[in-house]
């Protein structure tokens, strides 16, 4: 793994303590969103679409804290929206390396030469730029020229002040394995310490729905671009080299959401980082009350394409715990990128897609409306523009208008 060897035993002590106590589903990395609030607005996020009084919420700094004593995470990933947005953030990450966690925090550096200062390096917190590419591919992905440009230059003045620093790379089905591998080889010039790759999840409410990889797709993706790296050992990945390996098509697993338990601005997300089917108050009730067995690829038809690390890397960390001879044969030989591929699990049964955005969002809307003025408000149902694509999906649900 490409993270640093004090990181990884902490980590793996952490999980062979949970294995032993016999804990059937626990945390690995709490996903972390105190605003959906961004800067960009990219074609393939799922995750702006929101009625301005949303927006505009924020998880205070107390509750950021909660979060994590709630669940015992060793890890935190913070997302948004864009966290440098939010101005408790240096508190929050201090906050956090000050409980012995590893801190991520996810950016798409517009604002990180501005506000590096208010940070200080540590082993234990990382930089995670957003990079879908070369300077073609990521400002498509992001719908604005410029933003690669901005983004190696905040990494290269990250690097220069001493702090750990990986990108985070999000492929969809238009990126081309030679190209993706040469833009890895370039990263690595730069000193990067890690690189988080990942397929686009198919978000409902994505602008962009042509774009996002199918699982068959995916796995040849990754076995043209994992082949053009020595099976992946050219490059310094921070996911494990299972997960990689079950990228490009050598294991069928089943996900694993309660590793990366979502905390947002509505609660604890239930099932996973991509999907907002419900939400809970508590981490315990999340965990306890969540119909696990309702969700993941077979059981329900927005799974069926998911192959994204929030859902997977902590099915490929329990693999690996149970067959460490086959982890270190990966790691020492790469992962195999020709032959044929595992057995996916069979979408026949699946339950179909329910669609309860709007709901969410208006139960939300009347609760921030409620505590500025009790008993005034009634949400405004109208309907947005853009396209949800084909498929079985339905067009644009109706959401919730900010008054
Ligand atoms: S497959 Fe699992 S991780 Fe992916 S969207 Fe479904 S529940 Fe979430």
Same mark, same amino acid.
């Given at each position: 793994?490409?993270?640093?060897?004090?990181q990884a035993?902490?980590?793996?002590?952490?999980?062979? =303590?949970?294995?032993?106590?016999?804990?059937?589903?626990?945390?690995?990395?709490l996903?972390?969103?105190?605003?959906? =609030?961004?800067?960009l607005a990219?074609?393939?996020?799922?995750?702006?679409?929101?009625p301005n009084e949303?927006l505009?919420?924020r998880?205070?700094f +107390? #509750?950021c804290?909660?979060?994590i004593?709630e669940?015992?995470a060793?890890?935190v990933?913070?997302a948004?929206?864009?966290?440098?947005?939010?101005?408790?953030?240096?508190e929050?990450? !201090?906050g956090?390396?000050?409980r012995k966690?590893f801190?991520?925090l996810c950016t798409?550096a517009?604002l990180?030469?501005k506000?590096?200062d208010?940070?200080?390096?540590?082993?234990?917190?990382?930089?995670?730029?957003?990079?879908?590419g070369?300077q073609a591919?990521?400002?498509?992905?992001v719908c604005q020229?410029g933003?690669?440009?901005?983004a190696?230059?905040?990494?290269?003045?990250?690097k220069s002040?001493g702090f750990q620093v990986?990108?985070?790379?999000?492929?969809f089905?238009?990126?081309?394995p030679? !190209? &993706?591998?040469a833009?890895?080889d370039?990263m690595?010039t730069l000193?990067?310490d890690?690189?988080t790759v990942?397929p686009?999840?198919?978000y409902?409410?994505?602008? +962009?729905?042509k774009?996002?990889?199918?699982?068959t797709k995916?796995?040849?993706l990754?076995?043209g671009?994992?082949?053009r790296? =020595? *099976?992946?050992?050219?490059w310094?990945?921070? !996911?494990?080299?299972m997960?990689?390996n079950f990228l490009a098509?050598?294991?069928?697993y089943?996900?694993? @959401?309660w *590793?990366?338990?979502t905390? &947002?601005?509505? *609660?604890?997300?239930k099932?996973?980082?991509?999907?907002g089917?419900?939400y809970?108050k508590t981490?315990d009730?999340?965990?306890?009350?969540? #119909?696990?067995d309702k969700?993941?690829?077979?059981?329900?038809?927005?799974?069926?394409?998911?192959?994204?690390?929030?859902?997977?890397?902590?099915?490929?960390?329990?693999d690996m715990?149970?067959?460490?001879?086959k982890?270190?044969?990966?790691?020492?030989?790469?992962?195999r &990128? #020709?032959?044929a591929?595992a057995?996916d699990i069979p979408l026949?049964? !699946?339950? @179909?897609a329910?669609?309860?955005?709007?709901?969410?969002?208006?139960?939300?809307l *009347? #609760?921030?409306?409620?505590?500025?003025? @009790?008993?005034s408000?009634k949400p405004?149902?109208t309907?947005?523009?853009?396209s949800?694509?084909g498929?079985?999906?339905?067009g644009?649900e109706?959401?919730?208008?900010?008054?």
């Amino acid at each position: 793994m490409g993270i640093p060897l004090g990181q990884a035993a902490r980590i793996g002590a952490y999980l062979v =303590r949970q294995k032993l106590s016999g804990r059937k589903r626990f945390p690995l990395v709490l996903m972390l969103e105190p605003l959906f =609030r961004c800067n960009l607005a990219c074609a393939g996020c799922g995750k702006i679409d929101y009625p301005n009084e949303i927006l505009n919420q924020r998880l205070s700094f +107390d #509750e950021c804290m909660a979060a994590i004593d709630e669940c015992g995470a060793p890890v935190v990933s913070i997302a948004g929206g864009e966290p440098l947005l939010h101005k408790e953030m240096p508190e929050i990450v !201090q906050g956090y390396l000050q409980r012995k966690k590893f801190v991520i925090l996810c950016t798409n550096a517009l604002l990180l030469t501005k506000k590096i200062d208010d940070y200080k390096p540590s082993p234990a917190f990382t930089w995670s730029i957003h990079l879908d590419g070369n300077q073609a591919m990521h400002d498509k992905s992001v719908c604005q020229t410029g933003v690669y440009d901005k983004a190696v230059e905040a990494i290269r003045l990250a690097k220069s002040k001493g702090f750990q620093v990986s990108i985070n790379c999000t492929l969809f089905n238009d990126a081309d394995p030679a !190209q &993706t591998a040469a833009f890895f080889d370039e990263m690595k010039t730069l000193g990067l310490d890690g690189i988080t790759v990942s397929p686009g999840y198919a978000y409902e409410r994505a602008p +962009d729905q042509k774009h996002f990889l199918n699982r068959t797709k995916t796995k040849e993706l990754f076995r043209g671009i994992l082949a053009r790296g =020595r *099976g992946g050992r050219d490059w310094p990945f921070t !996911q494990s080299r299972m997960f990689l390996n079950f990228l490009a098509g050598n294991e069928s697993y089943h996900c694993t @959401p309660w *590793g990366n338990p979502t905390r &947002t601005v509505f *609660g604890w997300q239930k099932p996973c980082y991509l999907l907002g089917e419900g939400y809970a108050k508590t981490f315990d009730e999340l965990m306890n009350d969540t #119909e696990w067995d309702k969700y993941g690829v077979g059981n329900y038809e927005k799974c069926a394409d998911c192959m994204v690390h929030s859902g997977f890397e902590a099915s490929a960390v329990d693999d690996m715990m149970r067959h460490p001879l086959k982890a270190l044969a990966i790691t020492l030989k790469g992962v195999r &990128t #020709e032959g044929a591929m595992a057995r996916d699990i069979p979408l026949d049964n !699946q339950r @179909p897609a329910e669609f309860v955005f709007s709901g969410h969002v208006e139960k939300k809307l *009347g #609760e921030i409306r409620a505590a500025k003025h @009790p008993g005034s408000h009634k949400p405004r149902i109208t309907r947005t523009g853009g396209s949800n694509g084909g498929g079985s999906k339905p067009g644009p649900e109706p959401v919730v208008a900010a008054e």
